[in-house]
């Protein structure tokens, strides 16, 4: 069996406890919180409750997203790192979520380096601080300054962060970017979307991501064997980002029929 697990972008209008719910329900391994949806983190709740709720269902609290634009280090963006893994200590999380910047910045590929590495020695240090992990998420768009995973392979060696800093395969994100190597031993997680419209690459974007099926062009199930084939077995976490799926009063039924339909092609 697969080991599925589900980003709260999935279903963003549930509450942290209901969520929960979902995913047990689905019989998944674990769940993904984050800082960016609509009103407070955890609706207000106490992150050691919820992180106590959380494994009462059997699930493992895998990250806490996200820091936003990690690699444009500073004193406020450390702050910020420190607040968020704070709270991921309090309610059990395994790991943070680190975002790069996105806006156009950087974006050359000896630049892309230079700032992520040098955001991740300055990390790295405070993960271990905390006992956690970090997971890093190399972003598709042509603007971003993370684009390739090589470039953070590079960055997480350079720093000596093998062990605690990991690499989020995102097969939306690892489409966009022009698919390329990938990186079992150094992937902490995998997030999946699907997209069902042929249009260009470069012109796909966040509410372009569905639930995976029969439709998908991004390639979800071939990208998701290759890397289980070259030994990756940990969680596979869907974040789909469409209004059509968040605007879904019972995602159950489409979130178990795509899994079925992933678990299938992936285990043929």
């Known amino acids: 069996m697969l080991p599925f697990a589900l980003n709260h ?18 019989g998944c391994v674990g769940v993904e919180y984050r800082n960016d949806l609509a009103g407070p983190l955890f609706g207000g709740a106490d992150p050691a409750a919820v992180g106590a709720a959380v494994r009462a269902r059997g699930l493992r609290f895998l990250a806490l997203a996200e820091v936003k634009m990690f690699n444009d280090w500073s004193d406020a963006k450390a702050a910020e790192a420190e607040a968020l893994m704070r709270i991921a200590v309090a309610a059990g999380a395994e790991a943070v979520s680190l975002i790069p910047r996105n806006d156009g910045v950087a974006t050359e590929r000896g630049e892309s380096r230079k700032v992520t590495e040098a955001a991740l020695r300055e990390i790295l240090p405070m993960l271990r601080a905390h006992g956690l992990k970090a997971t890093v998420e190399p972003l598709g768009f042509a603007v971003c300054s993370l684009r390739y995973k090589d470039v953070l392979a590079e960055a ?19 489409a966009l970017a022009g698919f390329g190597p990938i990186f079992p031993e150094l992937t902490g997680i995998v997030h999946v979307s699907g997209v069902k419209d042929m249009i260009p690459l470069d012109d796909m974007r966040d509410p372009h991501r569905v639930l995976v099926d029969g439709d998908d062009v991004l390639g979800n199930v071939a990208q998701i064997r290759a890397l289980r084939r070259a030994g990756y077995a940990g969680p596979i976490s869907y974040e789909p980002f469409a209004p059509s799926v968040h605007d879904l009063t019972d995602p159950k ?4 029929a795509s899994m079925e339909f992933i678990r299938a092609g992936v285990e043929a």
């Open 9 to 26: 972008m999935t279903a963003p209008r549930l509450g942290w406890e209901a969520f929960a719910d979902l995913a047990a329900g689905l």
């Open 156 to 174: 997480i060696d350079a720093v000596g962060g093998v062990g605690t800093c990991f690499m989020v395969h995102d097969t939306f994100h690892h």
């Open 253 to 256: 039924p489409a979130l178990a």
